[in-house]
């Protein structure tokens, strides 16, 4: 079963509105961290934010905010006031955490297309 | 700052050569990966490293081989290549989940390379 589930493949939306980019995962340890990632069409990978999972507080910068649910499993990203640059693929990622330890290994969701038209 | 630097940042080959990517980091990680991104798939994990001379397989092993004789450096080895390899490699490094604070888990990533397998 696919450890972060992102749903939405695409989403194509105009400048200046606001979009949500959704992101579910699933473990069964009590601690882990989540990640969001932005690709660029020049193709490097981004990181954005890590939140862990003692840390419910959602989290604004700028115009990005993001959205932690434990109850829901979920870890949504909004993009405020969208802007032309902010057309990519975004990822949101996994970080399990065993016996303190979590051998750094991520799992990513598929990604989320976002394009923004002018 | 280089951060993490692949190279090649192309390759064609043929069906059967051979070749071996390089990663390189100046960050002083631990821990280093290497993954490959295909359409609609996200990323996923084909080895990775938690330290100098050690290697583990992650999701999607077979047909590679790796090698980190140095703490900055990871190789990824393709002894035959197959049309299926076709494929965008990443890099990333990261410290490890011990000793890393506040930027324990984050994995940073390279450009990476688009290796075309004819």
């Known amino acids: 079963a696919q450890k972060v589930t992102q749903a939405q493949t695409e989403i194509s939306v105009v400048e200046k509105e606001d979009v949500t980019l959704d992101c579910v995962y699933e473990?069964?340890?009590?601690?882990?961290?989540l990640f969001w990632y932005k690709q660029p069409p020049s193709g490097e990978l981004v990181f954005l934010i890590r939140?862990?999972?003692?840390?419910?507080q959602n989290e604004i910068s700028g115009r990005y905010s993001w959205n932690f649910q434990k109850s829901t499993s979920s870890f949504n990203f909004t993009i405020t006031a969208s802007q032309v640059v902010d057309s990519a693929v975004y990822f949101c990622?996994?970080?399990?955490?065993?016996?303190?330890?979590?051998?750094?290994?991520?799992?990513f969701g598929r990604g989320t297309q976002l394009t923004v038209w002018p | 700052n280089a951060g993490v630097t692949q190279t090649p940042k192309f390759r064609v080959l043929k069906t059967g050569q051979s070749m071996t990517l390089l990663c390189a980091q100046d960050?002083?990680?631990?821990?280093m990966y290497w993954y490959r991104q295909d359409p609609g798939m996200g990323l996923r994990l084909i080895h990775y490293?938690?330290?100098?001379?050690?290697?583990a397989k992650g999701e999607v092993p077979d047909g590679y081989n790796v090698s980190r004789l140095k703490k900055q450096n990871f190789l990824l080895g393709l002894e035959s290549a197959a049309p299926s390899q076709t494929s965008v490699y990443f890099c990333?490094?990261?410290?490890?989940?011990?000793?890393?604070?506040?930027?324990?888990?984050?994995?940073?990533f390279g450009a990476g390379t688009r290796l075309s397998v004819l």
């Open positions: 960050m002083n990680h631990e821990y």
């Open positions: 990622a996994l970080s399990e955490e065993h016996r303190g330890s979590t051998l750094g290994r991520l799992y």
């Open positions: 939140r862990n999972s003692f840390d419910e």
């Open positions: 990333a490094s990261s410290y490890s989940g011990l000793a890393g604070g506040v930027a324990k888990n984050i994995q940073y």
């Open positions: 473990t069964r340890d009590t601690t882990y961290y």
């Open positions: 490293s938690v330290g100098e001379g050690t290697t």
